[in-house]
């Protein structure tokens, strides 16, 4: 069975939610944990001669409901993440990213949003106003790196997930196994799932079922132990568990994606949930 882009354009409008909850040691539960949400705006095309271009925006994003955290670090972050709103990528025929097409237009408007983040993020204290400074030079470094910032497209749970290669054939049986990064589980360490695809279709709707589990040898466990303060040996009962649906319209276009990957550790307090949640407005 295929899921393929039948349309040779096509513009799809989606509310996008995104919630994170950490506890890794005894009290330090964040609960409710944190959301994000954004309203997007996904245009395929694929008239071009370089093969298929996805236009991508997103706008009115918010942490907790609210445009403006009152944590003025949260907001930097945020601020700083804009980065990632407007992009013209060239996918594979399957749907990954393969390139960054509108480098020109990011440089531009990283130039507006650094001087919004000088002007903005002030301090009386030296110390304070060199790590901003630090923050900001680090930033605009992997931004005009045009390698290292594709894969901080590729690491933003959204593009990741969206962008995952669906347009594919899953064989006679609707069944595939593949290897696939998720992103943001332990930091930037490199997490590596093996994930179960079934496909299967209902009315005319495609749904693409996932679940997934840690792959300890493709993934960097040393980085891993590394983020949670501990040693690689100590990660012997770690796992990630992941479970998602996706839905497909009759151009091949995403109607909707529910996902969400937990990771614990047994015999401690560690726990990790990564949700997502697009759905067609």
Known sequence: MKIELKADSATREYSVSKHFKFRDAPGNDSAPGTQYTE???????????????????????????????????????????????KLELQLTADGKIEKVLNREEILKNWEYTRIYLDNYFVSRDENVLSTIKGWTQQIESIIKDERRYLQIVESDLLYNRFFYGYWMDYGKNGQMIVTQFFPGVFGAARTVLTEELAVS??????????????????????AIAETLGMKETQL??????????????????????????????????????????????
């Open 39 to 85: 309203e997007v705006s996904v245009a395929i095309d694929r008239s071009r001669s370089s093969g298929i271009v996805a236009k991508v925006e997103r706008r009115n994003v918010r942490k907790d409901g609210k445009r403006f955290c009152p944590n003025p670090v949260e907001h930097y972050f945020i601020k700083s993440g804009e980065v990632l709103n």
């Open 201 to 222: 279709e209902t009315d005319g709707i495609r749904k693409v079922e996932i679940v997934g589990y840690l792959n300890k040898e493709e993934s960097d466990l040393a």
């Open 236 to 281: 012997e009962g770690l796992s990630v568990d992941l479970k998602g649906t996706c839905l497909f319209d009759a151009d091949g276009m995403i109607e909707k994606i529910e996902m969400k990957a937990d990771a614990n550790l047994s015999d401690t307090d560690l726990q990790r949930s990564f949700s997502l949640i697009v759905s067609r407005r």
